[in-house]
């Protein structure tokens, strides 16, 4: 039975038209990405990077490295967007449509039924960041050789990230990052799941999600706050980009990873014992 | 099927329900009368577990719905006002999702259950192309899949056109007729109520004013209409000779036990009083809701 029920959840997830739309808009970013690295300066601005640190541009400048390029700033915009819509429409959608009320007038509990739509809730957004990260390579060995990976960053101590690594690690590397990018959407997803359990609208849940990530986003680069960045979201966040460092910093990576994994679970218990306690009226 | 003991619901510092005691027993159609926030929606959603009761008992099926709500719930059907479905996905699926929140569904239970609603041949098509009706159909199907004997209609013809109505009306009596259904119906259809259901109850700002058989109602409880020039001075002697207990609205007359219209009739005519009419008055459903409205409505805090 629970099987049965997560599948329809995933009906109603994957069956609504936005979905795809929202798809079509990270496809399409890539796409105008892909085409800006190629055909501008860009592009030469890391070719000058390497050949500054001893490399030859030709090997690095590859479908790995663009496609990281194309993922990153995604990752930090588009995505919470598009999570927080999704996690935000979970709950308080169907009880703005009268659909839970549908629901709700059959024998399921109520905490199966958030389990339910939460479990479903975390296999979009792992759908939507494995599918956009193989997107996003597909886009770029088109246009690109498959050679070795390049990283150009900043770590979120603020010193900067420059990483060269052979295809094959590449390639383990992105996966690995798009892995615990997965963390980071499940516990975003979670945050706007939890306020659409509570008695609002389903924008309401979306906008007050995207709030909190906000704020802890510009707390965490106040100087004031640099000895607190444990406590911040937003710093966990940051554990997709770390596993490029060399030699990769697990204890953090980790203590990020089971921290996000918590937030999202209480996110989720405090959901679900408001929705508990609450009255769903039409 | 449904016993309600007591029940009563705040939403803040507003009682929505006031102690309310209901039983419905199997086999009965039992209408729910009131108007716009009576608290009609209120106490069906405790019936169902979607409204958490201030304090008092709801039963279902024997169940208590508050802390056994998924075994009250095992064989109970509901429709709403103006069903929700998800308009982007089949009726067939909308179905599917809706019967796996009750029990494991084989396609063949479907399948049998769109067939007896009318919907054979549009199963497969998006939802949000149904007409009003072929929604109410739908509504009708989901709650027949688990196999109820409780069905709960909230408010089920609403939006519907006079012919939605009526074959609404033919449907429910059908499901009570064929598959042997205990219903509670709450609707504003007076009409509707009174061809249906056999025993009623009225809520008037979350109070229970009236529960009764609707068979009584429309024998007017002994109520007598009287047809004369002075209605004042008949009903002054009648009761001056202990032959009526009261009147109503300058026609009405509630006779004292034993006595009968012969009485009535003989008293006035003896006392030149002309009487151009007398008989048993059968009253509609629809006057006898308005004038328990009418009476005066306690203000609830």
């Not at chain 2, 003991?5 to 419905?24: C, D, I, M, P, S």
């Not at chain 2, 008092?56 to 059907?77: F, N, P, S, W, Y």
Request: aromatic share 10%; with cysteine; hydrophobic share 50%.
């Amino acid at each position: 039975m629970f099987f049965a029920q997560l599948t329809n959840e995933l009906w109603k997830l994957f069956g609504k038209k936005r979905t795809y739309i929202g798809f079509g808009a990270f496809v399409l970013v890539q796409a105008a990405m892909l085409i800006i690295f190629r055909y501008t300066h860009w592009q030469s601005h890391f070719q000058e990077m390497l050949a500054n640190n001893g490399y030859l541009a030709s090997e690095y400048i590859s479908a790995l490295t663009v496609a990281l390029v194309m993922v990153s700033p995604q990752a930090l915009l588009l995505m919470p967007l598009y999570v927080a819509l999704v996690g935000g429409d979970l709950v308080a959608k169907e009880v703005e449509d009268g659909t839970m009320r549908m629901i709700l007038s059959r024998p399921i509990s109520r905490v199966r039924l958030l389990s339910v739509k939460w479990l479903g809730g975390i296999i979009f957004a792992a759908v939507l960041v494995l599918a956009l990260g193989a997107a996003a390579l597909v886009a770029a060995r088109i246009l690109f050789p498959w050679k070795g990976l390049f990283v150009l960053g900043h770590l979120p101590s603020g010193s900067p990230m420059f990483g060269i690594f052979p295809a094959a690690q590449g390639l383990v590397l992105y996966s690995l990052s798009h892995l615990f990018m997965v963390t980071n959407a499940v516990t975003m997803l979670s945050i706007a799941f939890m306020f659409s359990s509570f008695n609002m609208k389903p924008a309401a849940a979306t906008i007050l999600a995207l709030s909190y990530l906000f704020m802890n986003m510009v707390m965490q680069h106040i100087p004031f706050f640099e000895p607190y960045q444990n406590w911040f979201i937003t710093h966990h966040f940051e554990a997709w980009f770390l596993i490029f460092q060399n030699p990769a910093p697990w204890p953090q990576i980790i203590q990020s990873e089971i921290t996000l994994a918590a937030i999202s679970t209480t996110a989720f218990i405090a959901g679900a014992t408001g929705f508990q306690m609450r009255d769903i009226k039409s | 099927m449904i016993d309600l003991r007591q029940v009563h619901k705040k939403f803040g510092t507003r009682v929505a329900v006031h102690e309310l005691t209901l039983a419905v027993p199997r086999g009965e159609i039992f209408g729910l009368l009131g108007h716009n926030g009576a608290g009609k929606s209120t106490t069906i959603g405790m019936m169902l577990g979607q409204v958490w009761p201030t304090r008092g008992e709801v039963k279902v099926c024997g169940h208590d719905v508050t802390t056994h709500r998924a075994q009250a719930l095992q064989k109970v059907g509901a429709i709403f006002e103006a069903p929700a479905f998800y308009d982007y996905l089949s009726g067939q699926r909308n179905l599917e999702i809706l019967s796996h929140y009750s029990a494991p569904t084989s396609r063949e239970r479907i399948r049998e259950v769109v067939e007896w609603v009318g919907l054979t041949g549009r199963e497969q098509s998006k939802v949000r192309t149904y007409s009003h009706g072929m929604r109410a159909r739908l509504a009708i199907a989901q709650a027949l899949l688990p196999q109820p004997e409780l069905l709960i209609l909230d408010e089920p013809g609403s939006g519907l056109d006079p012919e939605g109505i009526a074959e609404m009306r033919q449907t429910i009596a059908r499901l009570h007729r064929e598959l042997c259904l205990t219903i509670l119906l709450s609707s504003h259809l007076l009409g509707e109520v009174e061809q249906l259901c056999s025993r009623i109850a009225v809520l008037n700002q979350g109070r229970k004013v009236f529960e009764g058989q609707v068979a009584d109602i429309k024998a007017g409880h002994g109520r007598v209409m009287l047809r004369t020039p002075d209605f004042a001075a008949a009903t002054a002697l009648l009761r001056e000779r202990g032959i009526i207990t009261g009147s109503l609205d300058g026609k009405y007359l509630t006779l004292s036990a034993g006595r009968t219209t012969a009485d009535v009739a003989k008293t006035l005519v003896n006392a030149d009083i002309r009487v151009d009419g007398i008989w048993h008055a059968e009253q509609t459903l629809e006057d006898f809701y308005l004038s328990l409205v009418k009476a005066a409505p306690p203000v609830l805090h």
